[in-house]
């Protein structure tokens, strides 16, 4: 069994350059299936998420190719299939891209309901109101949406909560409706941005991307084009909190420091020491931290994807916080995990009473999910002793090369094929 094993109090000093986002990344690959040429895609990340997405764009056969460690070639010209298997789709989250593409070139698309992080539920009935809304007819059998239109026509759709997949997923199909279409309480979050700046340098008329208002006049193709991924700000800023959990100095470079304005803003009532260029952000911990109350809101409130990290942190403040989750259902499965760390937290409804500060000492924990094994991994390095963390896979899905990186900036962490042997 693959697992992590940190033994902790290590410090982390130094630099390191943040990567292309995850979240972006797995948007812009899919447009690049409605671009009618070919698509050259840089600072991509090498993590599982994007190589999931890369195989299931062949299984439709897309061309891809590695230019460079971070850059891909996507060629969509010559689409054999516009159905995805369940094989493919259950892999991530982001598979439902795949829709809002295929349906808006192609005017049809099979795709089945996505996998993805246990967050609780995570319908897309948002997604499938807008595509009914442009047009199209979309049924669900057999955990497989099916959707289908003779043409695709501009409309208003408002969605009851901003939320990220919806917005661009809809965004991607009504650049091919005729006429206008209007998206209201859209999310804001960058990567909606990312995938929007793209989505016009290939050709597509979208006004408003960043805002709660989208308006898109739809045009009949795009062309092809290449572009940059943004930075990814939640790759950032688990290594911000990793810099605060060590009392360490650390500086986070190749980012855009306004996409973390709330987690800087967080660290600082913890009393760490934010230092800000134009694309780095330096962190300074301090042996006593303070206490904080997170609220995780959509962009530019506190991310939800870095609430178990800073959850983490919180453990060992000197005093309570409080953590409260409001975008999904259930992001507390860590909390077991960081307990045995020994971790003092207390649930109440949607919100995590974090008392400290505790001596955090080592023992085996399971990543239950994505941001939960990245939580982990910040407590380990932190905690007195050998943490050892299995189901690390999670990790791979959306950090490239966790360990290696964390080394490089003083960490005593490596990736074992198998439990040591004090854990067997
Ligand atoms: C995206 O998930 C991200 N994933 C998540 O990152 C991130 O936490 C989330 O946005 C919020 O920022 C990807 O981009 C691949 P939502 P998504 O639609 O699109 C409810 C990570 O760790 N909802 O904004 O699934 C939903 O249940 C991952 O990198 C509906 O009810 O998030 C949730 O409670 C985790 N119906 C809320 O809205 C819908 O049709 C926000 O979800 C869609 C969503």
């Given amino acids: ?101 295929m349906l808006g070139r192609f005017k049809r698309a099979e795709v089945p309901l996505p996998g993805g992080c246990d967050l609780g539920a995570r319908p897309i009935d948002y997604h499938l109101k807008g595509f009914t809304a442009l047009g199209a007819t979309c049924t669900t059998e057999h955990g497989t949406v099916k959707l289908h239109a003779e043409k695709l026509t501009g409309a208003n759709i408002y969605l009851d909560c901003p939320s990220v997949g919806a917005t661009i997923n809809i965004m991607m199909a009504a650049v091919f409706a005729e006429g206008k279409t209007l998206i209201e309480n859209a999310a804001k979050e960058p990567h909606v941005v990312d995938a929007a700046s793209f ?70 009532e913890t009393g760490c020491i934010i230092e800000e260029g134009e694309d780095w952000l330096n962190v300074k911990g301090i042996e006593s931290l303070r206490p904080c109350e997170i609220k995780t809101a959509y962009y530019p409130g506190f991310p939800t994807d870095l609430q178990p990290q800073i959850a983490a942190l919180l453990s ?76 690390v896979e999670h990790l791979d899905r959306g950090y490239e090369d966790l360990e290696g990186r964390l080394r490089s900036l003083g960490a005593d962490i490596t990736r074992c094929s198998q439990l040591p042997s004090a854990s067997q």
């Fill in 1 to 101: 069994m693959e697992c992590i094993v940190i033994n902790g109090q290590n410090p982390l000093r130094g630099k390191i350059s943040i990567n292309g986002a995850k979240n972006a990344a797995v948007a812009i690959l899919p447009v690049a299936i409605a671009a009618g040429d070919v698509c050259i895609i840089d600072n991509v990340p090498q993590i599982e998420d994007v190589a999931c997405m890369v195989e299931a764009m062949e299984s439709m056969g897309v061309i891809c190719a590695e230019m460079t460690k971070h850059t891909l070639y996507i060629d969509a010209r010559n689409m054999t299939s516009q159905t995805l298997s369940e094989r493919l789709a259950q892999n991530l989250r982001a598979s439902y891209y795949f829709m809002g593409a």
């Fill in 199 to 268: 989505l016009n340098k290939l050709g597509a008329k979208i006004h408003g991307a960043g805002t709660a208002t989208i308006r898109i006049t739809g045009v009949p193709a795009l062309g092809g084009g290449e572009y940059t991924v943004l930075p990814d700000p939640i790759e950032a800023g688990t290594y911000m909190i990793a810099a605060a959990i060590t009392a360490g100095d650390v500086t986070v470079e190749n980012i855009i420091p306004k996409h973390l304005e709330t987690v800087s803003a967080k660290l600082r």
């Fill in 316 to 391: 060992v403040a000197n005093g309570i916080s409080h953590v409260t989750e409001n975008v999904f259902e259930q992001r507390f499965r860590y909390v077991g995990e960081l307990k045995r760390l020994g971790a003092h937290i207390k649930m109440a409804g949607r919100t995590a009473v974090i008392t400290g500060p505790r001596l955090l000492t080592g023992a085996q924990v399971s990543a239950t999910d994505l941001r939960a094994g990245a939580a982990l991994v910040i407590a380990g390095l932190n905690a007195k002793g050998q943490t050892v963390i299995t189901n």
